[in-house]
Each structure stands twice: as structure tokens, then as C-alpha cells.
């Protein structure tokens, strides 16, 4: 039984890897690539890390999306942090759009 307590608490603290996607394919692509941006929902203070690079929040020079493969689907993978609430969008460039 401690066991399976100790699973439940460490996974509250951990960080979640979580993919994004856009679907870009029938879209005039800015020369400055396919941005993402975010913050979580309650304080706007932190969009999550990568490589334990803490992001600022809204900022979309930060995250650059790639389309290794191709196929006009722009990735990223950021880790979050578990049961918060994120809001985010995805960026042509690095303007958003009015």
C-alpha cells in the first residue's frame, strides 16, 4: 500500500511530456517558421521547460515547431507540469494575428 501512495504523490510532482501538433499543410508558412506560445491558466507566469530550461510565458521566439519528416505537421514536445491548466497558440511567424 505505500507503495502504491508513494507512486500517486510523485507523479503530482513530476513533469509530463507533452507533444503539440499543427497542421500546417494547406497554409502560406511565414519565413520565420511555426511558432508555439502559452502559459498556464491561473498566474500566466510559466509555459513549462524543455531540458530543464524553464520557457517564459507568451513568448513565441522560445519555441520553434519542426516538421522533421516533411509532412506539413509542425511538432514540439515540452514538459508540463501535472493537474494545471495551460492555454496556448500556435504562431505563423512570430506576430499574432490581429
Given amino acids: 500500500m505505500k507503495k502504491i501512495i508513494i507512486s500517486i504523490i510523485v507523479s503530482f510532482l513530476l513533469p509530463v511530456s507533452v507533444t503539440f501538433n499543427v497542421d500546417m ?3 502560406v508558412l511565414s519565413e520565420d517558421g ?8 491561473d498566474t500566466e507566469t510559466f509555459f513549462g521547460s524543455v531540458d530543464q530550461v524553464e520557457i517564459s510565458p507568451w513568448m ?10 516533411y509532412d506539413g ?3 514540439f514536445t515540452i514538459e508540463l507540469l501535472p493537474n494545471t ?10 506576430d ?3
Avoid: C, R, W
Fill in 25 to 27: 499543410q494547406e497554409q
Fill in 34 to 41: 511555426v511558432h508555439l506560445a502559452g502559459s498556464d491558466l
Fill in 60 to 69: 513565441p521566439d522560445e519555441i520553434i515547431m519542426t516538421d522533421d519528416d
Fill in 73 to 75: 505537421i509542425y511538432s
Fill in 85 to 94: 491548466s495551460y492555454i496556448y497558440k500556435f504562431i505563423n511567424g512570430y
Fill in 96 to 98: 499574432y494575428e490581429l
